[in-house]
């Protein structure tokens, strides 16, 4: 679906803004934070070819300067714009061991905590592939002033207020949910703002894609091998799609348009998978369901685990209702 007219992020949001359970403007300030580090992420992925930020951390550049990965500077660009814009007082980063208090007049007194993976699908940096920054935003559960604590932290995913991707693709995305849908804003460069261009997506409730790292089958439960066979030789109808680029942002982002199934399960090394509950699982399932899909672990809704460890892990299965269903029936 098209609309007419343009409207921008900042519009949306203003528009959606009495629709927020706290309509103090609080949230779309975080919202102008995000979009503002993301144009400038977006600008260093842009000319990563053509300047230093490729390659290892610790390596130095030709001028003898320490090189920093595009991981680095993203969290460093998304720290910079939440703290400046005041309205966030901590963050976990993906990047970051540990919690990251923001203890600034402004920010001590903000309720919101940010969860993020700034730079998701890295190894794809250097090769020129879809990479993404992943969000969530969740309120803090302690009184506002005071330090915030791990149990601030560690909440569950339907505790999130807000969840959202940017995805740096052929072009720059904005995508996200406040619980009200899911809505899209393509980067218009030429006057350097987002606007809506997929207003409230709809993942198909069948699909014909199925994306899973298929070099890691021999490591895999009987079920998923099982499910992973079911695709390649489904006589249902015409034989599943395998499309997997290995950044998690990109390859959602497809299966959430044409609908499909996104696995990363668990494998004889990694009994919990790969991927981080705080920082990919738990915005990715919410936009999921939100967008009309569901997201599990196999055995629990992602949303309802319970968070022990800023940088714990799942399995995750998530996409098209039926799809989903049908790799779960397998177990
Ligand atoms: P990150 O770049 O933030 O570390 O995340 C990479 C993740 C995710 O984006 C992707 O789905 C997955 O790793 C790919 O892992 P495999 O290479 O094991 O398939
Ligand atoms: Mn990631
Ligand atoms: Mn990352």
Do not use: W
């Amino acid at each position: 679906m098209r609309t007419n007219k343009v409207i921008s992020l900042s519009q949306f949001i203003a528009d959606q803004q009495n629709k927020f359970p706290d309509a103090n403007g609080d949230l779309s300030k975080i919202f102008r934070d995000i979009k503002f580090a993301a144009k400038i992420v977006n600008r260093d992925v842009r000319k990563a070819g053509l300047v230093d930020i490729l390659g290892a951390f610790g390596t130095v550049n030709v001028q003898g300067e320490d090189v920093k990965k595009l991981d680095i500077i993203a969290n460093e660009e998304f720290k910079s714009s939440l703290t400046l814009g005041g309205d966030c007082c901590a963050i976990i980063s993906e990047e970051e061991e540990n919690i990251h208090h923001i203890e600034t007049t402004l920010n001590k007194d903000s309720k919101y905590i940010i969860a993020i993976d700034p730079l998701d699908g890295s190894s794809n940096i250097d090769v020129n592939a879809s990479i993404g920054t992943i969000f969530s935003v969740y309120k803090r559960k302690s009184p506002i002033g005071g330090p915030v604590t791990m149990d601030d932290v560690l909440q569950k995913g339907v505790n999130q207020v807000a969840a959202g991707y940017i995805i740096y693709g052929s072009s720059t995305m904005l995508v996200f949910t406040t619980g009200q849908g899911v809505n899209a804003f393509t980067l218009d460069s030429s006057i350097g703002d987002f606007c809506l261009s997929h207003p409230n997506i709809k993942i198909p409730t069948d699909g014909n894609i199925y994306s899973v790292n298929e070099g890691n089958y021999d490591q895999f439960e009987q079920s998923t091998k099982n499910y992973i066979d079911y695709c390649r030789n489904s006589m249902d109808k015409k034989p599943y799609s395998a499309r997997y680029i290995g950044s998690m942002v990109a390859d959602f982002h497809r299966n959430l348009l044409k609908g499909g199934i996104f696995i990363y399960p668990s494998t004889k090394d990694s009994p919990n998978g790969k991927l981080r509950l705080m920082f990919e699982s738990n915005p990715m399932a919410f936009i999921t369901e939100q967008a009309g899909g569901i997201a599990t672990t196999g055995d629990t809704r992602i949303l309802e685990l319970e968070p022990t460890e800023i940088h714990q892990r799942n399995p995750v299965i998530m996409g098209s209702s039926n799809m989903v269903r049908k790799a779960v029936s397998f177990r």
